[in-house]
């Protein structure tokens, strides 16, 4: 059964934040969608943290260091092939969703898992802990320093940049 834990983060809070869980489990993290059936990982959140465009929502599967990750092949065209790495070949991952930040809008992000097996929920509980222990509830998200910043100062942190402003995030009065 999967999980999830829905998060309003910039880049440099998820670094703040994720690091301190790599410090108890060391982690690595791959992109979704590839063009290469093995890419070298990215060993940690900091080395992440170059590798994200924050104006682009993007998708990473993380898994223990050490895990052998397997690929999926997708051919969409004949002439086009990437590679997948998800829960369908890795069922000891988590998925972490990096929202994006759009104008003076944040998108959200979540840490999920669809994997049912001890692994998957491992890395799930202790992402969850670190996130919930180094941000902030509000409403149905947590939210981190910067993100939380943001919102008070009059950023929008919302579905999607054309959101109906009665979707943003705000705060309990």
Known sequence: MGRSLELFATT???IS?????????PVHYYRIHNNEPTPAPIESIAALG???????ESYWLV?????????RRV???EADVWYSFDHSENPDSILLYIGARQGN???????WTAGATPESHSLFKLFSKWFKKRSRRVRAYWVGDQALAMLRSGFRLTKNETASRIYDLQEER
Request: hydrophobic share 45%; aromatic share 0%; no cysteine.
């Open 12 to 14: 440099s809070d998820l």
């Open 17 to 25: 934040i994720l690091s301190l869980a790599e410090q108890v489990q």
């Open 50 to 56: 170059s590798k994200i465009d924050e104006a682009r």
């Open 63 to 71: 898994v223990r260091a050490g895990v052998l990750v397997r690929a």
């Open 75 to 77: 051919t969409p065209r």
């Open 105 to 111: 809008v944040l998108t959200p992000g979540s840490i």
